[in-house]
């Protein structure tokens, strides 16, 4: 008999096995999605993960249900890499699938209530609410949840269905239903007989009496002539016509409509390459370097100044790939950069290039997923979930700003680090992989210098062009000579002013989006603060709602203190709201746009933003870190960051290389075209070494300064950390477990633990939290037995009654 292994889309420690039936034995395959049940009654659409002949010995095996899809969903290289990111990043391979496999081919049961008829129809006996639904059911023969809902007119109706079981009115069942359909189009079609141009001819001597229809007929042959097909809407729009007089063609058999399946998502198909750009000679030898590079190590390093033209070599390595017949995956950190970077590969590589990022709905996820998987699809660009596509024959992943935090994954499991995971996924494929920066995160710099990569660098900006000047602002002088407007030192003022008189545009700078990070009373010093979250509420003057940026609850603006009852309350600090509003005041003629998570939340305002931008139809923009992740405006020549002393007062290790990186990708906008940049930089802490640093573009000195502290202190590259955050509703609980957990691992791991502590912000979404921090060496046999005793040790700790609602998050490598 034989019994496959299946992965479930739950939280479960280990998969669970099924019997295969005989009529399956012939078409199972591991990577199909099967029916299956789990419990009771509940159903799902699991994925095979392998077919055995071993009975498990602990259980008695259901059988598998129904086998969904003719070929499998993904390959045995995508299986093990989810076996890896399970292992490596200490979840399940359930929350591994629930990431990577769209909503819609993730299948679960939906109850469905059928009326039994063996009832009758005497309904005498029920109260209000029964009767409504027994009606109904009466009526319609079965019903779901949601419509029972409707009908009671409330959310809590399970105690009514509880009922009408017992009273036997009604059965339950579990259905599973696929939820993805293909989208259809009505194309039109001109009936055989009418090709030849005779008898068209003599159809169009007989339309006199029917201009609108010799109309449809002109615009459709127009239409087939420069476009091939012909969408039934398109014909409708271009004739002028209506759907009725399209009918009377369609009844005269002049023509007819056919249903088409049709993309949701252009892309696909045979590439055509049209490279229309000549490498320079410092392009041309990195680009022979990572050549080299690649023939000795499967990863490499390409550390090239802001501008230097790493995208173009990126586009010479696809060029190379897809003509041996691999894909090409190219990841970028952020969504805000896939606008531009489509546009620029479109112009080289035509419209056959794939998107995959979160802004996609379900049905377009599927399409995308299925042209990965079929190989129709040889270049895709998207975001870090990308990386779970199940590619046919992967040979390049491009990492694109790879120091960028956004590549690492917070919440929901798996908490994976697209840069490491890139790397081992490659490795399934014998691909290789190209790490783009700037400014390198230090992990990535310290490898290329063991030799553990390769390193090729980039050192000029393309064209010759010199790298920005940058000028400190100190900002406590301005203020103690009360020179500042709002926000703005005299000399940023000035620049601007200068910059748009010369046609130029300008991006500002502040990490910090809202209208002032918060409220406080000049009496007594309250702040309003959210009630799910230890933190203190962001006032957003558009909506002028206050807002919590932890959990999105909003509240109303508060005018009157609620500790004193003082009406004296001011905004403290300024966001980029502020900075918009601020600047409408000072530039009334300027071009003023805002870019932030607020300012576009649409599928297509980042590209719409970006193309303003472009055309020259922006003078000013503000924006937070969207504004500084590899965007590629040649007519910006002015930078000002606002607020340096922001980026560099954060409590992290890893503070300093992140108000390096921030503030030299945002420099690295300025005069990327015609002439010298400028970047103004305000600060109170004018001395600190970091910003020295940006002045003179040293990447290398920060990173000497930078790596000698992390090996003193303990901290990656030299050692890896393993955090374990805690969360309960109840403080003393969570306080409590974390202190028995702690107790437990220290007799085995006690030099590597530190903590536990409640975080900076203690209570998130009504959940107490507590900290702890795990300093491993480097090395992979001592981090696999950690591993494995944290997991032991948490078992334990969930088998307690008091911390049996304890939830227990472990995040490898965080950021």
């Known amino acids: 008999m034989k019994f496959a292994d299946v992965i479930l889309p739950l939280a479960l420690p280990k998969n669970y096995t099924y019997a295969v039936p005989d009529h399956m034995l012939d078409t199972l395959k591991v990577g199909s999605r099967v029916a299956v049940q789990l419990g009771r009654q509940k159903k799902y659409a699991g994925v095979v ?44 391979e359930g929350e591994v699938l629930n990431a990577a496999l769209p909503a819609h081919l993730k299948l679960s049961s939906e109850t469905v209530l059928l009326f039994n008829e063996a ?30 809902q409707l009908i009671l007119d409330k959310l809590e109706v399970l105690s009514v269905i509880k009922k009408l079981i017992e009273k036997q009115v009604l059965l339950i069942y579990e259905e599973l239903k696929e939820v993805y359909k293909e989208k259809k189009e009505n194309y039109v079609q001109l009936h055989a007989r009418y090709e030849a141009e005779e008898e068209l001819a003599n159809l169009f001597n007989t339309m006199g009496k029917a201009p609108k229809q010799m109309e449809l007929l002109l615009a459709y042959l127009h239409l087939v002539k420069t476009q091939g097909s012909v969408l039934q809407s398109e014909l409708l729009k271009k004739s002028g016509a209506s759907a009725a007089q399209l ?78 017949g691999k894909q090409v995956l190219y990841l970028l950190p952020e969504i805000a950069l896939t606008a531009q970077i489509v546009r620029r590969l479109q112009k080289h590589f035509g419209n056959k290039i794939g998107i995959y990022h979160s802004r996609f709905n379900n049905n377009e996820r599927v399409e995308i997923w299925h042209k990965v998987k079929s190989g129709e699809l ?67 710099y310290f490898n290329a210098t063991q030799g553990k990569y390769g390193l090729v660098e980039l050192s000029e900006r393309f064209g010759g062009l010199e790298m920005p000047e940058i000028e400190i602002v100190d900002v406590k002088k301005v203020q103690a000579e009360k020179q500042m407007q709002e926000n703005f030192s005299p000399q940023l003022i000035q620049a601007v002013h200068s910059t748009i008189a010369q046609g130029k545009q300008v991006i500002l700078f502040q990490n910090r989006r809202g209208y002032a990070p918060f409220m406080m009373c000049t009496t007594c010093g ?43 309350l001011v905004t403290k600090s300024f966001g980029t709201e502020k900075i918009e509003t601020d600047l409408q005041e000072l530039f009334p003629k300027a071009r003023i746009a805002r870019m932030d998570m607020d300012a576009v939340r649409n599928k297509d305002s980042h590209n719409k933003m970006i193309q303003l931008l472009e055309n020259q139809e922006i003078d000013i923009l503000v924006g937070t870190q969207m504004v500084v992740k590899g965007l590629d405006f040649e007519n910006v020549s002015l930078v000002g960051i606002l607020s340096a002393d922001n980026l560099l007062g954060f409590p992290d290790f890893r503070v300093n290389e992140r108000a390096f990186q921030l503030m030299e990708q945002v420099s690295g906008r300025a005069g990327r075209k015609h002439g010298k940049g400028k970047v103004l930089i305000q600060a109170y ?23 000698a502290e992390r090996q003193n202190f303990g ?54 939290l507590q900290e702890m921090m795990i300093k491993l060496p480097r090395d992979t046999k001592v981090i696999a037995q950690t591993k494995q005793l944290l997991r032991e040790t948490f078992i334990k700790l969930l088998a307690e009654k008091q911390f049996r609602s304890v939830f227990i998050v472990p995040d490898v490598d965080y950021v």
Not at 537 to 559: A, E, I, K, M, S
């Open 49 to 92: 993960k392998a077919i055995h002949e071993l009975a498990p010995p602990d259980y008695k095996t259901k059988p598998l249900l129904d086998l969904l899809d003719k070929d499998p969903v993904v390959y045995p290289t995508q299986l093990s890499f989810w076996e890896w990111l399970a292992a490596y990043y200490m979840c399940s």
């Open 715 to 768: 901290y990656p590259p030299f050692f890896r950390l393993l955090k374990l955050t805690l969360k309960h509703k109840d403080q003393k609980v969570v306080e409590q477990a974390a202190m028995v957990l702690a107790n437990w691992l220290r007799p085995h791991i006690g030099p590597h633990l530190v903590g536990p502590a409640a975080p900076l912000v203690g209570r998130v979404r009504n959940y107490y």
């Open 685 to 707: 802490r004018t001395q600190h070494p970091i910003l020295h640093y940006v002045t003179i573009h040293d990447y290398k000195a920060m990173y000497a300064a930078e790596i």
């Open 378 to 444: 040889s270049i895709l660009l998207g975001a870090r979930s990308s990386l779970l596509l199940p590619f046919h024959d992967l040979g390049l992943i491009i990492l694109d700003e790879e120091h960028d935090p956004s590549y690492k994954q917070q919440d929901p499991a798996p908490r994976y680090h697209a840069r490491d995971a890139a790397i081992y996924y490659a490795g399934l494929f014998k691909a290789k992989v190209l790490l783009g920066s700037a400014t390198p995160s230090l992990e990535s």
């Open 247 to 324: 009918k009377g063609l369609v009844d005269k058999e002049i023509v007819w409509i056919e249903k088409r399946v049709v993309d949701r998502v252009p892309g696909g198909g045979k590439v055509d390459v049209q490279i229309d750009f000549t490498l320079s000679p410092a392009q041309d030898k990195a680009l022979q370097d990572i050549r080299s590079s690649f023939e000795q190590k499967p990863v490499t390093l390409l550390h090239g100044v802001t501008s230097s033209g790493k995208t173009q070599l990126y586009i010479k390595l696809i060029e190379e790939y897809i003509a041996n």
């Open 119 to 148: 009832y009758g129809d005497d309904f005498t006996d029920l109260d209000d609410d029964e009767y409504l639904i027994a009606e109904a059911l009466h009526i319609r023969k079965e019903l779901r949840i949601e419509e029972v």
């Open 526 to 568: 309250w702040i309003p603060t959210c009630k799910n979250c230890d933190v203190s509420l962001t006032y957003h003057r558009h909506q002028d709602q206050l807002t919590c940026h932890y959990c999105g609850t909003r509240y109303p603006y508060v005018h009157t203190c609620a500790a004193c009852g003082s009406q004296s």
